[in-house]
């Protein structure tokens, strides 16, 4: 079953730094999607992404984060200088159009800002 | 209010056991739901969609009600296997709000021996 890439599963990093989250999405999907779980908490969107542009953002995605599809596999997630509460467990999903409701989500990054 | 609302449990339960899951949303333009299975620091992976009608797979039983704004989950003959936090999500489609899944905090199951 194809299945939804994300490395590192493990980030840990000194608040203040930049850290790029990798997803290499299902190849036929064409929409893009980074969630994230804090630890105890629900799951919540952060971005969508089509075309080679943002559709939808939530209002955690601010200025520090950033997405792009570097090339015809993989799509990123950047932020930009990290802060304590951006520790959390970061999901990529992917969704084709035949049914872009239905996710696929990675097994994850465990961010840990220290 | 919270935008979708879930018991948070725990359920324990034994194996062989029926229990249900109740949810409620709260924004009347929902138009997609579905249930979702997560194990302990892993993914969601999507169990069902849920129908005005009610779906069934195997095991498995979702129903919606619009009107009251309510989704439930029934499982039957629990397994261990069952073990997990379900999450209740609920979706709007239009424009460019796709795939934008608005989860609940979740249901924790532990189905024992």
């Known amino acids: 079953e194809p299945e939804v890439t994300q490395t590192p599963s493990h980030q840990v990093t000194q608040m203040g730094q930049e850290v790029i989250l990798r997803c290499v999405p299902i190849s036929n999907h064409l929409y893009f999607y980074w969630y994230r779980q804090i630890l105890g908490q629900k799951v919540e969107f952060l971005v969508s992404f089509y075309n080679n542009e943002i559709s939808e953002k939530s209002e955690i995605f601010d200025d520090q984060f950033s997405v792009e599809r570097p090339d015809g596999s993989n799509f990123t997630l950047k932020i930009r200088s990290t802060k304590l509460e951006d520790s959390a467990m970061y999901f990529c999903?992917?969704?084709?159009?035949?049914?872009?409701?239905?996710?696929?989500f990675g097994s994850g990054t465990q961010l840990s800002v220290l | 209010r919270k935008e979708v609302e879930q018991d948070p449990g725990p359920f324990n339960v034994p194996e062989g056991a029926t229990v249900a899951f109740n949810c409620t949303y709260s924004n009347s333009a929902s138009q997609s739901f579905f249930w979702y299975r997560q194990d302990c620091r892993k993914e969601p992976k999507l169990l069902m969609s849920?129908?005005?009608s009610g779906n069934e797979d195997g095991r498995f039983t979702a129903q919606l009600n619009r009107a009251s704004q309510y989704i439930s989950l029934l499982i039957r003959d629990s397994k261990l296997s069952d073990s997990a936090t379900y999450l209740c999500?609920?979706?709007?489609?239009?424009?460019?709000?796709?795939?934008?899944?608005?989860f609940g905090q979740g249901t924790i199951l532990t189905v024992h021996p």
């Open positions: 999903a992917s969704s084709g159009s035949g049914d872009i409701e239905k996710l696929f």
């Open positions: 849920v129908y005005s």
């Open positions: 999500v609920v979706t709007r489609t239009g424009g460019t709000s796709y795939g934008k899944l608005t």
